[in-house]
Structure formats: structure tokens, C-alpha cells
């Protein structure tokens, strides 16, 4: 095989190779761009805390960052229970919860599992914003337009007029198709 036959299957070989990478490097993590316009036109308020409160740590698409989780986009918001004792994510493994929660007994409820509305709105308003001493600190109207953005940014079939006190046990958290 010729020098010049020999170069030319490498370059196509590492074209080749290269393009799966390519794919994977232009696909957002987090909410899709869909969602996110939605998201940003229909809970604007929410857009704004969610800039405000959470994005240095979760990210402009909710994606996640560091040791934060995603909060939109597929994979968030799991429906199971978050047990920080078995995961190999680092985002589950978060010392201070080990110490709150050591003296649970096994197997008991971390974190809750996020089947409707009102579970990420009650999860949302006891546990966020971080750092832990501001945990709480905003208003209920707050919490309420940050829970609309992450559920339209991740996909969530709302109804008119967006998740409040009255509807937020009715809304499942499961994507839209």
C-alpha cells in the first residue's frame, strides 16, 4: 500500500470516528430549545428567580453543573427516590445531606420522589436556594413561578393559567411526549 493510500484511509478512519463526537458536542443537555422558549415566554417571572436563584448552579438549561443535578431535560426530575448511600453521582453524594439525613432509617424517603407538581413545588421551597441558610428565604409566589419555568423548561403538560396551590397535585411530572 502506497504512503498516500495508507494517509487517506487514516483521515477517513478518523472522519469516521469523529463524527458520533460531533453529534454529541452540539446536543444541548437540559431543557431543548422548544421547551426553553416556552419555558421563558409563558413563566417569565420564573425565568427571571431561575437566573436569579438557580442557574450558577444548575445551569442557563437546567442541565446541571458540578455536583448540581439537572433539573430539566431528560433525566431530571426521576420520579424514584434519591438514596445518596448507592449512587455514583457526585451530584447525590452531597455530605451535608448525608449528615441531615443519617439518622433516617434505611431505605426511608431522601429526598421524595417527584410525581406531581406540588412534590417539586415542596421540595423546591424547603430545600432551595443554597447555600442551606437561604434554603426557604423566598416567597411562595416565587417558589410557585420558579416551579412553572423548571416544568415548561423540562417538558410538563401544564394547565391554563400554569400550577398553583389548588392544581399542583393534579399535574404528573412526566415530560410531554
Known amino acids: 500500500m502506497s504512503p498516500r493510500t495508507s494517509r487517506i484511509r487514516w483521515m477517513v478512519a478518523a472522519l469516521v470516528a469523529s463524527v458520533p463526537l460531533a453529534a454529541c458536542s452540539v446536543t444541548p443537555l437540559g431543557a431543548t430549545e422548544p421547551n426553553l422558549a416556552t419555558a421563558n415566554q409563558n413563566a417569565a417571572p420564573g425565568a427571571a428567580v431561575f437566573r436569579r436563584e438557580c442557574a450558577s448552579c444548575h445551569g442557563e438549561r437546567g442541565e446541571g453543573l458540578a455536583s448540581s443535578p439537572a433539573i430539566m431535560g431528560s433525566g431530571a426530575l426521576a420520579m424514584y427516590e434519591r438514596d445518596p448511600a448507592t449512587s455514583t453521582n457526585p451530584a447525590m453524594q ?4 448525608r449528615l441531615r439525613t443519617q439518622n433516617l432509617p434505611p431505605g426511608a424517603d431522601v429526598r421524595g420522589a417527584f410525581r406531581t407538581a406540588q412534590d417539586v413545588f ?3 421551597s424547603r430545600e432551595m436556594p443554597l447555600p442551606r441558610s437561604k434554603a426557604g428565604t ?3 409566589e416565587d417558589y410557585w413561578a420558579v416551579t412553572n419555568y423548571i416544568l415548561l423548561g423540562h417538558g410538563v403538560a401544564m394547565p391554563a393559567g400554569g400550577v398553583n396551590p389548588s392544581n399542583a ?5 412526566k415530560a410531554a411526549e
Open 94 to 97: 452531597d455530605p451535608a445531606e
Open 122 to 124: 415542596t421540595y423546591v
Open 138 to 140: 423566598l416567597k411562595p
Open 169 to 173: 397535585a393534579s399535574v404528573p411530572i
